[in-house]
């Protein structure tokens, strides 16, 4: 997948038109405030204005929240690392100024950890809200294994989660260039890698795939159902399936 999956022209107005279909008026969850969780870690933040995972970011808070908005929803944000960074509670019309913050707010830690930052915002955020994680989920790995406790409290919240995947940068792919100097955002440290080396390859798409089955396993244990933009042509049938199942649950609380 590359970068420019992210730019996809196609994903913004698929997104616009299939939340359109489901906020109609009377639609099961009008009356909930509407929270975006946005990872502004190192790997979403680092080269803000290049970065594709920030744009991208960007784009789906503009099309998502302005369609939230005028169904009616208050929306807000929790800006998140290893940590809450900021907190802005719901309003009207507030898009704007959550875009200004994101593009704006410099983040204490470049450290990701989603379980203990959306742990904090669940129990945080009292009134049950729909709450839209974005984020590369890619976490450390332990905390991506919860504890029992940790699973019931994630998989039975009373709030609606919907964790968007941002799609996989052409960072997740090496190209064949000779020598290559890495630097990971979050920590800071370098490594010079030989790109030619076969050896040096089949290494990194191990870690390419580890982190896409620690986060399989993450939406598994939470019992959560992720959009992936990187899919886009399946966007519209995983936003039909997230309502169907929120439908589902907010009839059955």
Not at 146 to 170: A, N
Request: with cysteine.
């Amino acid at each position: 997948m590359t970068n420019d999956a992210l730019d996809d022209p196609g994903i913004n107005p698929v997104l616009e038109s299939s939340f359109s279909t489901y906020l109609h008026p009377n639609h099961p969850l009008k009356e909930r405030p509407v929270l975006f969780a946005l990872d502004v870690s190192g790997s979403c933040w680092f080269n803000l204005g290049k970065n594709p995972y920030m744009m991208a970011m960007q784009k789906v808070v503009t099309t998502i929240g302005t369609a939230f908005e005028t169904a009616g929803h208050e929306v807000g944000a929790c800006f998140f690392t290893e940590q809450i960074e900021l907190y802005q509670a719901p309003k009207k019309k507030a898009v704007s100024s959550i875009l200004d913050l994101l593009l704006s707010m410099i983040p204490v830690s470049k450290k990701t950890d989603i379980v203990s930052s959306l742990e904090n915002l669940l129990s945080y955020q009292e009134s049950p809200s729909i709450i839209v994680v974005i984020s590369d989920f890619k976490s450390h790995y332990n905390s991506l294994f919860l504890s029992q406790e940790k699973r019931g409290q994630f998989s039975k919240t009373t709030h609606h989660i919907l964790p968007i995947v941002l799609g996989e940068s052409s960072s997740d792919n090496i190209p064949q260039i000779g020598l290559l100097n890495l630097e990971d955002p979050e920590t800071e440290s370098q490594v010079i890698i030989n790109t030619y080396s076969k050896n040096t390859r089949e290494k990194y798409d191990m870690i390419t795939l580890l982190h896409r089955h620690y986060r399989r396993r993450f939406f598994k244990v939470t019992n959560w159902t992720p959009i992936f933009l990187n899919q886009s042509e399946t966007l519209p049938t995983q936003i039909q399936e997230w309502f169907r199942i929120a439908n589902n649950n907010q009839e059955e609380q």
